[in-house]
């Protein structure tokens, strides 16, 4: 898809776990919530309007579709979905699955205390029942 390149943050704030045909999927490095972050693969775009007409049905399936699995995987009482792009302008869509009575309930999680990373176990737990989860390509297009 062009010369698509992840933005530094993103890449640094999270860790791929794999693509869907538009998007990179990725897990926010943040074990408080359940935070998965959407990339389109299109260099250079920043609104979802500057997406072509398919690409941007594309985004709302994928977006809708990783809603439903973070929903039933934890048992969310209500999604967040944002593409806020204040920090990184890099077109991305935040899916987070909200729990009642999580750190930041029932407010917005940005802003909210200091991300508590994973560690190395539970990391790589949450990434196997991600990938096992979600429509991703991992292993064919990461060897």
């Not at 940005?110 to 990373?117: D, K």
Request: glycine share 8%; proline share 6%; charged share 25%.
């Amino acid at each position: 898809m062009g010369d698509f390149v992840l933005d530094p943050r993103l890449q640094e704030d999270s860790v791929e776990i794999g693509d869907l045909e538009l998007c990179n999927v990725r897990l926010m490095d943040d074990a408080r919530y359940p935070w998965l972050i959407l990339v389109p693969r299109v260099a250079n775009v920043v609104e979802i309007h500057e997406l072509a007409d398919g690409a941007q049905a594309q985004l709302w399936r994928e977006v809708t579709d990783t809603g439903r699995v973070l929903t039933r995987l934890y048992d969310a009482d209500k999604l967040n979905i944002a593409a806020l792009g204040n920090i990184v302008p890099q077109l991305h869509v935040h899916v987070i699955a909200r729990v009642g009575g999580d750190p930041a309930w029932p407010g917005p999680v940005w802003g909210q205390g200091a991300a508590e990373h994973y560690g190395r176990r539970a990391l790589t737990d949450q990434l196997d029942r991600l990938r096992s989860n979600l429509p991703v390509s991992w292993m064919m297009a990461h060897p």
